[in-house]
């Protein structure tokens, strides 16, 4: 079966960084393009970053335009999510998901396979 495990989550301090990690098991991982999500509890998941299955196409959300940096790793069937100059309002469950097709959208639904989610908590 599919499998995507994060992992990288932590306590961190405003101002630093983490890179988290996603793994994926259980597919052709070049046939998908790959998602991060982040979730607060009382609010819906939002877009962070997409990457295409060649990892030639990167966005990103204005939130965190030019502060992450989405990567892939084709030979290791991982995603990665560097994360600098972190915020408090950075604080969520990152999730990782994958999509079928050349790049995945922006809403969470459409994906097809999801992560149990990493927990990254920056403190004031």
């Known amino acids: 079966q599919v499998q995507l495990v994060e992992s990288g989550g932590g306590l961190v301090q405003v101002g630093g960084s983490l890179k988290l990690s996603c793994a994926a098991s259980?597919?052709?991982?070049?046939?998908?393009?790959l998602g991060w999500f982040r979730q607060v509890p009382g609010k819906e998941r939002e877009f962070i970053s997409r990457i295409s299955g060649a990892g030639s196409i990167t966005d990103y959300a204005d939130s965190v335009k030019g502060r992450f940096t989405i990567s892939r790793d084709n030979a290791k069937n991982t995603v990665y999510l560097q994360m600098n100059s972190l915020k408090s309002e950075d604080t969520a469950v990152y999730y990782c998901?994958?999509?079928?097709?050349?790049?995945?959208?922006?809403?969470?639904?459409?994906?097809?396979?999801w992560g149990q989610g990493t927990q990254v908590t920056v403190s004031s």
């Open positions: 998901a994958a999509y079928r097709g050349t790049i995945g959208p922006r809403v969470p639904a459409p994906y097809d396979y």
């Open positions: 259980g597919l052709t991982f070049m046939d998908y393009a």
